[in-house]
């Protein structure tokens, strides 16, 4: 006699099939697990988030990501207030690739599905609890799945980290407007651009991409006082398009705040759900690409029954990108009250462009610059 879905018990549930989720999916789905993977979107959506993310991200896959790149950024332009500029030249060995999110989430699930994970779209999740050791998820008209275990992987919007008592207690998030651009203008390639004059207590950036250009304004600390639409309408201008060109989304990015535990009973926060992006520079793709790639090395050896708790996915993030966060929001905190004098001091000093090349990278953390740079800022 055949199963039905509400008695089947998976091994392992996520929700979400973006980067951080479609990772986790295929990692897990390599080991055998078979995960299922809930995802609200009835259809993949255009995501004109900025789409970088450092090139040494593919030592965590064993299949290529390079089909998903559309452009290799050797340098990086900053500018103040659309003039002052400052030209930093990336390291020749860890490039900073750009790629179109949209492609990349679909690589990566597809990944996940050849090695057996499964995909059910139009799902809205309305509850998820547990009883005993299995969790059950309601969605929207009643469905329910149960499984031993579940990742959080539904982006900067999730509730279930708060209703879950897991990550941090009241997130700090980024006001972002999100532009997708056909064309290049004046971008050219291999060249990102950051602006610090024009957005208060954030910055605009522009990336391209193959044909076209993802362009962002962010602030992020306090509430985003700058009207985006003003700050694009002086920008893009200044990139060679017209004022009121492009896909517009805005957005509230959670961005990295404390260290707060990632892991429950079974329970596992990943990507922009688990407040990781950077907070100085809103890097969101490497951090949700690492934490797929760990939890789902956690969850196999918990689900082998190798690991007798998830907590060395938590202890693993504050390692490997927390500590370094951490510093990267004090200097965040200090630059972007301070904007102009963190631009003079921090990004036109002879050798900051190269630290920040660095940090792009993923060669050098924040760690290794905060105290010299914090000192510097509050000295002046």
């Given at each position: ?13 996520i ?22 993977i809930l ?19 593919q ?7 390079d ?9 990086v332009?900053?500018s ?18 750009i ?59 999730s ?11 009241q ?57 985006p639409?003003e ?7 200044d ?19 404390g260290?707060?535990?990632l ?36 969850l ?17 993030m504050?390692?490997?990108?927390g ?9 965040a905190?200090?630059?972007y009250r ?7 001091l ?17 060669e ?17």
């Amino acid at each position: 006699m055949s199963i039905s879905e509400e008695e089947r018990i998976h091994a392992a549930l996520i929700l979400g099939a973006g980067a951080a989720g479609a990772a986790a999916a295929a990692h897990l789905a390599a080991t055998g697990h078979h995960p299922l993977i809930l995802e609200r979107d009835f259809s993949p959506r255009i995501k004109p988030c900025g789409g970088g993310m450092a090139a040494s991200v593919q030592q965590w896959f064993p299949f290529p990501l390079d089909p998903a790149v559309e452009q290799v950024i050797r340098r990086v332009d900053f500018s103040w207030c659309l003039s002052d500029p400052v030209v930093a030249e990336l390291p020749g060995d860890a490039p900073f690739w750009i790629v179109r999110r949209e492609t990349l989430d679909q690589l990566l699930l597809t990944e996940a599905l050849s090695a057996g994970a499964e995909l059910i779209r139009g799902v809205d999740v309305t509850d998820i609890r547990r009883s005993g050791r299995i969790w059950t998820i309601t969605a929207e008209g009643g469905r329910q799945w149960k499984s031993r275990s579940v990742v959080i992987a539904d982006g900067s919007g999730s509730p279930w980290p708060q209703r879950l008592g897991l990550g941090a207690k009241q997130p700090q998030t980024a006001s972002t407007m999100s532009v997708r651009l056909e064309g290049r203008g004046h971008l050219a390639d291999g060249c990102a651009r950051f602006e610090f004059g024009l957005v208060k207590q954030g910055f605009a950036w522009a990336f391209p991409l193959a044909g076209g250009v993802n362009v962002g304004v962010g602030s992020f600390i306090g509430k985003q006082d700058a009207d985006p639409e003003e700050v694009l309408a002086q920008l893009l201008p200044d990139l060679g398009f017209p004022p009121d060109a492009g896909i517009r989304q805005r957005g509230q990015l959670r961005v990295w705040n404390g260290h707060h535990r990632l892991d429950g009973d079974g329970l596992l926060l990943v990507g922009d759900a688990a407040s990781l992006c950077d907070p100085f520079l809103a890097e969101g793709l490497r951090p949700a690409l690492m934490s797929g790639c760990t939890a789902a090395a956690h969850l196999d050896r918990w689900l082998s029954g190798e690991q007798k708790d998830l907590r060395g996915y938590s202890r693993a993030m504050r390692d490997n990108w927390g500590e370094s966060m951490a510093w990267g929001r004090r200097i965040a905190q200090v630059f972007y009250r301070f904007p102009g004098v963190g631009y003079q001091l921090g990004i036109k000093r002879p050798t900051a462009p190269q630290r920040i090349a660095q940090i792009l990278s993923g060669e050098m953390g924040y760690g290794d610059i905060a105290q010299r740079v914090i000192k510097r800022l509050l000295l002046k």
